[in-house]
């Protein structure tokens, strides 16, 4: 789907809207990068207890960089049968390959079944589209999977004033 979502929508700290407007700059000014040996960060992990904006940012990021985002819950990859689900992810992947676009996986880290496959593929997944993963549950992720990634980013739960500012901007239509 292609999101509508602006930072208008959500509230976050200056340290993650900073971490954020550094991917976008580097993803809008990839070809420089690529002109001088480097590669803009693609392969992104949002950490941080549910309810602080990590889906949300994955669709703002989305519509700020006009692409399209595929939301895949890692529950939905696993399968009974043997290799299938491997099968899934890859076709996942596969489809992401072909088709510039954010690829948000959403519940990551919580399958263990799912981990081994999903890092031999994000290994070999070269492409300017964007992978990022959302957890809640970052002590449950193994040291492996945090070095697979280009960015880290950690998201709190919003403080009193960040709260205020967000009721506020969602009432603003309202007398």
Same mark, same amino acid.
Do not use: M
């Given at each position: 789907?292609?999101? @509508? ?8 700290? /200056? *340290?993650? $809207?900073? $971490?954020?407007? *550094?991917? &976008?700059?580097?993803? %809008? %000014?990839?070809?420089i990068l ?7 960060? =693609? ?7 549910? #309810? ?10 989305? +519509? ?10 890692? /529950? ?6 043997? #290799?299938? =689900?491997?099968?899934? &992810? ?30 031999q593929i994000?290994?070999?997944? *070269? +492409?300017?589209?964007?992978v990022i993963?959302?957890? +809640? @549950?970052? %002590?449950?992720? /193994? ?17 009193? $004033? $960040? ?13």
């Amino acid at each position: 789907k292609y999101p @509508h979502r602006t930072f208008d929508d959500v509230v976050l700290s /200056d *340290n993650v $809207q900073k $971490q954020l407007e *550094n991917i &976008i700059l580097e993803y %809008k %000014k990839k070809s420089i990068l690529h002109a001088y040996g480097f590669v803009p960060k =693609t392969k992104i992990l949002f950490c941080g207890p549910p #309810g602080c904006g990590k889906t949300i940012t994955a669709e703002i990021l989305a +519509n700020v960089l006009d692409l399209p985002i595929i939301y895949t819950r890692f /529950d939905a990859l696993i399968s009974s049968y043997l #290799g299938e =689900t491997a099968s899934n &992810i890859r076709k996942v992947f596969d489809y992401a390959d072909r088709n510039n676009c954010i690829l948000f996986f959403d519940e990551f880290g919580e399958l263990k079944r799912v981990i081994n496959s999903f890092l031999q593929i994000l290994d070999s997944f *070269n +492409n300017d589209s964007l992978v990022i993963a959302a957890t +809640n @549950h970052e %002590k449950l992720i /193994d040291s492996a999977l945090w070095r697979r990634f280009d960015e880290i980013i950690s998201f709190d739960k919003p403080d009193e $004033q $960040q709260i205020e500012f967000l009721i506020l901007a969602k009432l603003r239509a309202f007398k």
